[in-house]
């Protein structure tokens, strides 16, 4: 490095702040869909390996979360067998936003699950998943009235005991696996 301000060579480590902490995006993300996809498959939903009480409790609230947002959506998809038969374009757009509802759940359990395996970039999209419930609480406030603000307030619990130092500290010990 030529000056103090300069951004280290690849090889070269950077320096720590004060603290011992810095903002990095995980090493780890998926190279496959089969990366992505829970060992085991989802039978060891209620499985936990030893891990702190924060992500264990973190993990439950984001596991109850997905469960209930599939059965949100599986009464939807009967709601939208209603609205077919009094408007069909409106039944079209609520099956389409009913359909994205199950795939987010879906993809909520999974993350979860990818976190309690000690993936960090788990970890991180079930961050982007409360930045999501925020803005979601947001717009809905300003179009419905009411917002999601009760969702967003469990999502945002959930991932601030995904960031607490013993659970940093249990995230670490699983760097440098494959």
């Not at 390996?49 to 596991?63: K, N």
């Not at 109850?64 to 009094?86: D, E, H, K, Y």
């Not at 009760?150 to 995230?171: N, V």
């Amino acid at each position: 490095m030529s000056n103090p301000g300069d951004v280290p060579e690849p090889d070269q480590p950077r320096p720590r702040p004060a603290g011992g902490f810095r903002f990095r995006l995980p090493d780890d993300r998926p190279r496959t869909f089969r990366d992505a996809m829970p060992v085991g498959g989802y039978a060891g939903l209620f499985t936990l390996p030893a891990m702190p009480t924060e992500l264990r409790i973190s993990y439950y609230v984001w596991v109850i979360g997905g469960l209930l947002g599939i059965l949100a959506a599986v009464i939807g998809l009967f709601g939208t067998l209603v609205l077919f038969a009094v408007s069909p374009p409106a039944g079209i757009l609520l099956l389409l936003l009913v359909l994205v509802a199950l795939a987010l759940a879906g993809a909520q359990l999974t993350l979860a699950m990818k976190m309690k395996e000690g993936w960090e970039w788990a970890r991180f999209a079930l961050t982007a998943v409360t930045a999501a419930s925020l803005l979601l609480a947001v717009l809905g406030t300003g179009l419905a009235g009411g917002g999601s603000w009760p969702g967003f307030a469990i999502s945002l619990a959930a991932t601030i005991l995904m960031w607490l130092p013993k659970a940093q500290q249990w995230f670490d010990a699983f760097k440098g696996r494959a």
